[in-house]
């Protein structure tokens, strides 16, 4: 039914009881501003066309290319075993660990450089070492190992830096689809392993190197035409740009006018309007130890809360074994197989490639499912298909045992990884923490994280050396355990962000008995009057 929204002239817009005037044809609706706050979203949900979408799904997809990198390096040590062999364990795990070595440096950097920069600039930046590292791998030849370390190096620092990409995704999406636009992330990690795969199972090794460069210098260039500044970060970091906030906005909706002006009221809450109708923004400043340094004073359980939780889930995450299993591949589907090459009818790089599709294919289902089920359901489903998945594995390992089982196991455990544990705990980032420190804080965790899988991964191809001793099948029961105690927390302590905005999902992890209490006295001083 057709209506129009108005306000009376009559109160001041800043009132906490200021009237929404709806004109239907059965009469005038009053309603006290709590009540629009949630009746209101759902018919702006409602009205969220494709065509208002379009814009940050497009920003979301192109920021989302350089998530691919990150995949394209996990696998990139099985694409150099596709064509040289190593014969010295340590030359296998530097070739992958210092990969991960370098990742939080650019993490931390990136988290820095993003609140002073602004977001898209940030993503420019992050495009120079990614391109120096293929550049380096384009030219290196297989005997010189430093110098594919040195461009293993860059890559590190590279990959560490486009993980802050939910931070932007997280700030550009409309909170109804953000569950399903931060989902992308896994898909398009899992669009690198698989497009990595593919190349490398194609092309010689320093022909996959050129296309790797080829293909960075095209997301390049598309970040720099399709890609607008994020305007939360101008809202809260730029105060006095309120025109390129604006005109951000309106690039993300440029023709859905109630959704600009309501996202616009999000960004700027203490707007007032002005006696000839005009509304003047003004902005909200952060105190400085909230913009920079802010471990070095007490923070509100806002921040420490969330911290904490993604803290745990990356451990968690890290300890699960699913990232081993992407870097280590080809390896470890030789040692469940018992022997030096998987053989059949099928090559390593050929399964490897058959892999990835089914990787990919999971990724797309678990995004899909996100926006009907949310995130957190689908993490405790991964977590324990993990479990299960692992169990076999180490079940069926054994001089007796058929191998077959074995490689089903690791397939499931590296498939179910890509549904949930793999990716989810880093879009989170871009959700559970407030904006005022969501990439400072986010850059940390996320070197936190980053770390603890390079002590993984260089630890993994000495746990599983001896095979002769049962080590395969005891660190695949580890694998099981841990990812057995990550369903338990996430069902605990983790809580669901499908449909939640920021200040709803901050306060989560604010403190009960005031969120309480400011809710109780939101609803003393709501109302709803309709006409007889």
């Known amino acids: 039914?057709?209506?129009?929204?108005?306000?009376?002239?009559?109160?001041?817009?800043?009132?906490?009881?200021?009237?929404?005037?709806?004109?239907?044809?059965?009469?005038?609706?009053?309603?006290?501003?709590?009540?629009?706050?949630?009746?209101e979203q759902n018919?702006?949900?409602?009205?969220?066309?494709?065509?208002?979408l379009f814009p940050?799904?497009?920003?979301?997809?192109?920021?989302?290319?350089?998530?691919?990198?990150?995949?394209?390096?996990?696998?990139?040590?099985?694409?150099f075993l596709n064509h040289y062999e190593f014969t010295d364990v340590s030359e296998l795990s530097w070739l992958t660990s210092i990969l991960v070595f370098c990742t939080p440096i650019g993490a931390i950097a990136i988290g820095v450089i993003m609140d002073m920069i602004g977001r898209k600039n940030a993503f420019l930046l992050t495009s120079v070492p990614l391109l120096i590292s293929w550049s380096i791998a384009s030219v290196a030849r297989p005997e010189n190992m430093c110098l594919i370390y040195a461009g293993r190096f860059f890559a590190g620092i590279g990959g560490g830096m486009t993980s802050m990409v939910v931070v932007y995704v997280s700030e550009i999406a409309h909170s109804s689809h953000r569950q399903v636009l931060l989902s992308l992330n896994s898909v398009f990690f899992s669009v690198g392993v698989l497009f990595a795969t593919t190349v490398g199972s194609l092309?010689?090794?320093?022909?996959?190197?050129?296309i790797f460069f080829i293909f960075t210098a095209v997301t390049t260039l598309l970040l720099v035409i399709f890609l607008p500044e994020s305007p939360v970060w101008l809202a809260k970091f730029r105060t006095n740009r309120n025109h390129d906030t604006r005109n951000s906005m309106r690039r993300i909706y440029p023709k859905n006018d109630q959704v600009f002006a309501e996202e616009l009221d999000r960004l700027y809450p203490n707007a007032t309007t002005?006696?000839?109708?005009?509304?003047?923004?003004?902005?909200?400043?952060?105190?400085?130890?909230?913009?920079?340094?802010?471990?070095?004073?007490?923070?509100?359980?806002?921040?420490?809360?969330?911290?904490?939780?993604?803290?745990?889930?990356?451990?968690?995450?890290?300890?699960?074994?699913?990232?081993?299993?992407?870097?280590?591949?080809?390896?470890?589907?030789?040692?469940?197989?018992?022997?030096?090459?998987?053989?059949?009818?099928?090559?390593?790089?050929?399964?490897?490639?058959?892999?990835?599709?089914?990787r990919l294919l999971t990724s797309v289902v678990a995004c899909t499912l996100s926006a009907h089920v949310g995130r957190?359901?689908?993490?405790?489903?991964?977590?324990?298909?993990?479990?299960c998945s692992a169990a076999l594995v180490a079940l069926t390992q054994g001089p007796t045992a058929a191998p077959q089982w074995s490689l089903i196991g690791v397939a499931v455990f590296g498939c179910s990884g890509s549904a949930g544990v793999l990716v989810f705990p880093w879009t989170l980032v871009g959700e559970l923490l407030p904006v005022s420190v969501r990439a400072s804080a986010g850059a940390l965790l996320v070197a936190y994280a980053y770390t603890l899988m390079f002590i993984v991964l260089k630890a993994f191809p000495y746990a599983v050396a001896d095979d002769g001793n049962g080590s395969v099948a005891a660190t695949f029961a580890v694998f099981a355990a841990v990812s057995l105690a990550m369903a338990a927390y996430v069902h605990a302590r983790l809580p669901e962000t499908m449909g939640k905005r920021f200040d709803e999902i901050e306060a989560q992890f604010s403190d009960k008995h005031a969120v309480a209490a400011t809710h109780n006295a939101r609803c003393?001083?709501?109302?709803?009057m309709t006409p007889p």
């Not at 940050?56 to 696998?75: C, D, E, K, R, W």
């Not at 092309?203 to 050129?210: G, I, P, R």
């Not at 957190?376 to 479990?387: F, H, N, Y």
Request: charged share 10%; proline share 5%.
């Open 524 to 528: 003393k001083t709501s109302y709803l």
């Open 1 to 39: 039914m057709a209506y129009s929204t108005f306000t009376t002239p009559l109160i001041s817009k800043n009132s906490c009881v200021w009237k929404n005037h709806r004109t239907l044809s059965n009469g005038i609706q009053y309603k006290s501003n709590e009540i629009i706050t949630h009746v």
């Open 43 to 52: 018919a702006t949900t409602n009205e969220l066309s494709w065509g208002d």
């Open 56 to 79: 940050q799904i497009l920003a979301s997809v192109v920021a989302f290319l350089l998530v691919t990198q990150p995949g394209i390096n996990m696998v990139y040590s099985n694409i």
């Open 274 to 358: 002005t006696t000839d109708g005009t509304t003047v923004h003004q902005p909200q400043h952060f105190r400085s130890r909230e913009r920079c340094g802010w471990w070095r004073s007490p923070q509100p359980q806002t921040v420490t809360r969330p911290v904490r939780v993604l803290a745990t889930v990356f451990l968690l995450q890290q300890l699960s074994g699913c990232y081993p299993v992407i870097f280590y591949a080809v390896p470890i589907m030789r040692l469940v197989a018992g022997t030096t090459a998987l053989g059949g009818p099928y090559t390593d790089m050929e399964t490897m490639v058959a892999l990835g599709i089914v």
């Open 376 to 387: 957190r359901p689908l993490l405790i489903a991964s977590s324990l298909a993990m479990a």
């Open 203 to 210: 092309f010689q090794w320093q022909a996959v190197n050129v």
